[in-house]
């Protein structure tokens, strides 16, 4: 029993990375041919277009990592509270309905807000800086996408 156990945990891990695939290949790509990451550290280091630059990729960070932040409490919620979740009907949970629409908008901020940091006073140009940010933004999260969601049994 605990080797058809195992194997099917392998089979999910493996269908699950493959899924991720998806977000990450595209995303790391795009993020090294615009070196997304190099452009938004080089606007923190350098106050050289404006002060309003360094604000903005900061702000633009400090949404980034408010979406990781949540991201990160959605999944492991079961073992902090130690309380069972039901994602799909998401509505219905005190916690979570508090937590995915503000989940929802640091995503359309932060993505909008490196986007218009990124199109402004970077090389890269609107366009690119749209593109470069949402590589950014697939690649982060498909690498969150490989976490495994952790189980709450009941005893």
Sequence with gaps: MAIIRLQSI?????RNTFRQLKFIIPGAVVTYVF???H???GLLAHSEPSNLARLFALLSLALGSCVVGL???VLFVPWIQGVELNYRSWRES???SSVIPVLTASILAGWSLLSI???KWSR???IEGTIGASGLYALTFGLIGLLPAPKFHRL
């Design 117 to 119: 940091t990124l199109g």
């Design 71 to 73: 991201f990160l409490y």
């Design 94 to 96: 005190p916690i979570l």
């Design 35 to 37: 070196d997304t990451c």
């Design 10 to 14: 392998g089979e999910s891990l493996s």
């Design 124 to 126: 890269l140009g609107y």
């Design 39 to 41: 452009v938004v550290l």
